[in-house]
C-alpha cells in the first residue's frame, strides 16, 4: 500500500528556513517523478515542485523559485524540500505528491 508521510513543518518567522521531509513507502518510489504541493487556507491546491526520477532535474512554481530547493534520496526513499527565505503567504499544509497521492500533509505557518 502506498504511503507518504510528511514532517518538518512547524511555526518560523518571516525570513526563516524549514526543510520538509516525506518518507515513501508502498512502490518503487526511484521509479516515480515526484512533487510538492500546498494548500493554504481557504484556497485551492497549489503546486509548488518536482522532481525527475533521478533527481537531475527540477521544477518550481514562480511563487517559491529561487527560495525553495526539492530533492531526493532514492536509496532512503525520501523526497525533501528546503524552504528558505520564507514568506507569509507560504503558509499551507505542505503535501507530497504521487500523482495525485498525498499523505496527511506538514503545516508550515510563517508569522512573527
Known amino acids: 500500500e502506498v504511503e507518504l508521510v510528511e514532517s518538518g513543518g512547524g511555526l518560523v518567522q518571516p525570513g526563516g528556513s524549514l526543510r520538509l521531509s516525506c518518507a515513501a513507502s508502498g512502490f518503487a518510489f526511484s521509479r516515480y517523478y515526484m512533487a510538492w504541493v500546498r494548500q493554504a487556507p481557504g484556497k485551492g491546491v497549489e503546486w509548488v515542485s518536482g522532481i525527475t526520477t533521478d533527481g537531475q532535474q527540477t521544477d518550481y512554481s514562480n511563487s517559491v523559485k529561487g527560495r525553495f530547493t526539492i530533492s531526493r534520496d532514492n536509496a532512503e526513499n525520501t523526497l525533501y524540500l528546503q524552504m528558505n527565505s520564507l514568506k507569509i503567504e507560504d503558509t499551507a499544509i505542505y503535501y507530497c505528491?504521487?500523482?495525485?497521492?498525498r499523505g496527511q500533509g506538514t503545516q508550515v505557518t510563517v508569522s512573527s
Open positions: 505528491d504521487k500523482n495525485g497521492r
